[in-house]
């Protein structure tokens, strides 16, 4: 494998990377500061592709990008409600808006099942135009999503350090604590995941604009991906403050990638991903326990040596 291939799969892995961070930043939202594990991850992100690419072939890829934020914002609100107001447990919940975006996104699709994008201008297509003849021309993918993600990485920041963001952390640590400070827990439980999935929808429009199309499938096992890029990043970048672990998820995003990216490369059959990404999650969450129990692991084998020897 020569210097300019593993160049071309390390950008590869970069750009999917960044587009699929903001899913990952979603859930950093949802599942670390919130405590909520949303398992509508899958449907949303597939929502916010096909109203993206809607939206694109009407002719408005700008306008894209703030549809798919929306719908994704309505999929988080309806969660929300059923965790909130109906008594549906959060996983329950997850699951069941999941099945029924399923439904709702074949028909804004149109009864199909592929959106094809060729011929239709996106984000992607106006920057590369607005680069081109400068040197960044033929990275014109990871420019968008750099912008994407640096955009969001700002926001997330400073929303989660205003009042209404410190009392969704306080909701997530403590909600006893936050009912009895007189704060809204479903107000601030409803917002955010208003907040995550908009994140959620804009990454399923930039990668379908990125592949130029969208289909009924492409949010298929992105609640793995996502959590599994979160404990990576939690391991690379845990400690510290909000920006600092926000930007210790993207870089586990891009690690999670870049895995991903080198199975592919060593021409690993593709049913065999999903398994990649089950090892990875399990390696992820498993990782820091056994590092904490491997000194006692360790005594225990000399000290079973040590009794063997004495035989």
Same mark, same amino acid.
């Given at each position: ?31 670390? #500061? ?9 449907? &949303? ?5 096909? @109203? ?20 994704? #914002? &309505? ?21 069941? @808006? ?18 094809? #994008? ?67 827990? @479903? ?17 399923? &429009? ?89 000194? #006692? ?15």
């Amino acid at each position: 494998m020569d210097l300019t291939t593993v160049l071309s799969l390390g950008q590869t892995a970069l750009e999917l990377g960044l587009i699929c961070s903001l899913t990952v930043l979603a859930l950093f939202l949802s599942y670390s #500061m919130l405590n909520v594990c949303d398992l509508s991850t899958d449907g &949303c992100f597939t929502l916010g592709a096909t @109203v993206g690419a809607v939206v694109a072939i009407a002719g408005h890829p700008l306008l894209a990008l703030p549809a798919a934020m929306l719908a994704g #914002m &309505c999929s988080g609100f309806v969660t929300a409600l059923l965790q909130t107001r109906m008594g549906v447990d959060s996983l329950l919940s997850g699951i069941i @808006v999941n099945t029924a975006l399923y439904s709702i996104n074949i028909a804004v699709m149109g009864g199909s099942s592929l959106l094809n #994008m060729n011929k239709t201008d996106t984000v992607f297509s106006l920057m590369k135009d607005l680069l081109e003849g400068t040197p960044l021309a033929g990275q014109y993918k990871l420019v968008v999503a750099l912008i994407a993600v640096a955009a969001v990485v700002a926001v997330l920041t400073a929303f989660l350090n205003t009042r209404l963001g410190l009392s969704i952390r306080a909701t997530g640590n403590n909600p006893d604590m936050v009912r009895a400070s007189s704060i809204n827990t @479903v107000f601030t439980t409803t917002v955010g995941l208003c907040v995550a999935n908009a994140f959620t929808g804009l990454s399923g &429009c930039l990668l379908a604009q990125s592949q130029k199309s969208a289909e009924i499938n492409i949010g298929t096992g992105m609640v793995t991906i996502a959590l599994a890029s979160l404990l990576i990043g939690r391991t690379i970048l845990g400690r510290g403050s909000i920006l600092t672990r926000a930007v210790g998820v993207v870089l586990g995003s891009f690690v999670f990638r870049l895995v991903y990216t080198v199975a592919l490369r060593l021409h690993m059959p593709a049913f065999m991903l999903k398994l990649v990404s089950s090892v990875i999650v399990i390696l992820a969450i498993s990782g820091p326990y056994l590092k904490r129990q491997w000194p #006692m692991i360790r005594r225990r084998l000399a000290y079973s040596r040590a009794q063997k020897g004495g035989r």
